[in-house]
């Protein structure tokens, strides 16, 4: 759970932070946590008010927080899902602040905090289908070019490999003794 700590000089700050991915849906939640008196006010019924702008669309959020029925550590806990409809369909840095408010009268301002949501990457955005990656069923060494390669039914599959290059990164990645020998 992702948590902000609201502190008593009107700051924000994340206690907890997990890695937020664009397109994320319902996996991980947002966590609030306010003490329940601010300035001898109890605050525990007044609305607590989250506004935010999306990274690239500058798009401005408002979003009224439900509190728990229970306090949390002696403090009040809002907590609303991360999802794509409200925090994960772009990424970057979505800038966010909270403003507790008694009926329509402004009690308290909380100065703004950064979430960063990470861009997914092309291959989650697009996976490739099982059935369209071939299977390989073979290794063949190109004495001619001095390299190995994959094959699947007779054809190559990816890049070939110099055969020096395979060597040298055996090497370099043994500590079983083993030498460089030069072939050439």
Request: charged share 25%.
């Amino acid at each position: 759970m992702y948590t902000i700590l609201i502190q008593d000089d009107n700051t924000m700050y994340a206690s907890v932070k997990k890695r937020i991915t664009q397109g994320s849906k319902n996996i991980d939640t947002l966590r609030f946590l306010i003490k329940p008196v601010y300035n001898e006010i109890d605050i525990t019924d007044f609305n607590v008010i989250l506004t935010y702008i999306l990274p690239i669309s500058k798009e401005r959020k408002t979003l009224t927080l439900t509190k728990s029925e229970e306090l949390y550590k002696d403090r009040l806990e809002y907590k609303i899902p991360i999802n794509d409809e409200n925090f994960t369909s772009e990424f970057g840095d979505i800038e966010m602040w909270i403003t507790i408010k008694n009926d329509d009268e402004v009690i308290r301002y909380i100065s703004s905090a950064i979430i960063h949501v990470y861009e997914r990457e092309e291959s989650i955005i697009n996976p490739v289908e099982p059935d369209t990656i071939p299977t390989v069923d073979n290794i063949y060494l190109d004495k001619d070019t001095n390299s190995i390669y994959l094959t699947a039914n007779g054809s190559v599959v990816g890049s070939a490999i110099p055969i020096g290059d395979l060597t040298n990164a055996i090497v370099d990645s043994s500590s079983e003794g083993l030498i460089s020998v030069v072939t050439e």
